[in-house]
């Protein structure tokens, strides 16, 4: 698994695009659906899906240890939400710390995380 | 070199890219402040002038650019050492420029503009804020403005030699480490 992150609009699917290659079909959009995604070689937005498991009241730890299971040479793509005001809405925080431990997770599974800023990469992992 | 420097609220993002500017002006060459901020407030006014307190004795000419920042080189000399700070408050101008209109295509025309000053000045410290790591929902305005700004720090980073990221008072060089230190 290569794990790549970084704040919103940095540039994150247009590297992977650019290392990868990739045709539209090779990339799996998660949207408001709980359902795991699978079958893309790049899965992109991946706090979009972790937002509609806390929504859908699942566990999410859980729901991250299947999701690595499934997608073991997968090129996972996570907006980093970690950075600003904690926020008033307690769906919000629980989603805002879901995907911190879901981020920890999934860096500590793959061989090579890579962090976005501005457009340009930095290999952390 | 040009230098595109950014960060969280509070980063020392400002004293950083004075240095870097400062250092960057020739013996005997001109170092300028382009100030972009409109004041809206007395909040403003107040920031404006600790602003303007913080540069008193680094030699800065201000030069006020709320907009059109293309602009700069028709009345600065390109061989002067530039610190435009920030992005954030350009493109709030170009997007909002007066109450009720938005001007979607800001991004393009800043890009365009500073497109020109980077390819003519020689000496450039862009300063910017990192405000996209945050679990919020705005309304589609503040998201398109989010957008907008990341597009335009793309393309500076880009263009720029060193791309700096400032962090609690430390940088972090994401391009040109070996330039950026030679600087200071």
């Not at chain 2, 500073?114 to 410290?125: G, I, N, P, S, Y």
Request: aromatic share 8%; charged share 25%; net charge negative.
């Amino acid at each position: 698994m290569i794990f790549i992150f970084g704040g919103a609009y940095q540039g994150k699917l247009a590297y992977a695009r650019d290392r990868f290659g990739l045709a539209d079909s090779d990339i799996y959009r998660c949207g408001e659906s709980a359902e795991m995604p699978e079958g893309g070689k790049v899965i992109c937005g991946l706090e979009k899906w972790i937002l509609a498991l806390v929504y859908a009241n699942a566990d999410v730890e859980d729901e991250m240890q299947r999701f690595i299971r499934r997608n073991e040479e997968a090129v996972v793509i996570c907006d980093d939400i970690s950075g600003g005001v904690v926020p008033a809405d307690a769906t919000l925080r629980k989603w805002r710390e879901a995907a911190g431990k879901a981020a920890t997770e999934l860096a500590s599974h793959s061989d090579e995380v890579i962090r976005l800023f501005c457009g340009i990469p930095t290999r952390i992992k | 070199m040009k230098i595109l420097l950014s960060g969280g609220c509070k980063s020392g993002k400002s004293y950083h890219a004075q240095r870097l500017a400062k250092a960057q002006a020739r013996q005997g060459g001109a170092l300028y402040y382009v100030a972009t901020m409109k004041s809206a407030d007395g909040e403003d006014d107040e920031r404006i002038a600790r602003h303007r307190r913080e540069r008193e004795g680094w030699g800065f000419v201000t030069v006020e650019r709320p907009a059109d920042i293309g602009g700069i080189l028709e009345s600065c000399d390109p061989g002067g050492s530039f610190l435009l700070d920030s992005l954030t408050a350009l493109l709030a101008n170009e997007m909002f420029p007066r109450q009720g209109f938005v001007d979607h295509g800001a991004a393009a025309t800043i890009i365009a503009g500073l497109t020109r000053v980077l390819k003519e000045a020689d000496d450039v410290v862009l300063v910017s804020d990192f405000i996209y790591s945050d679990a919020a929902f705005y309304d589609p305005l503040t998201e398109a403005y989010r957008k907008s700004l990341a597009e335009i720090d793309r393309a500076a980073a880009e263009l720029c030699g060193a791309v700096l990221e400032a962090a609690f008072g430390s940088i972090i060089a994401h391009k040109g480490k070996a330039a950026y230190e030679a600087i200071l």
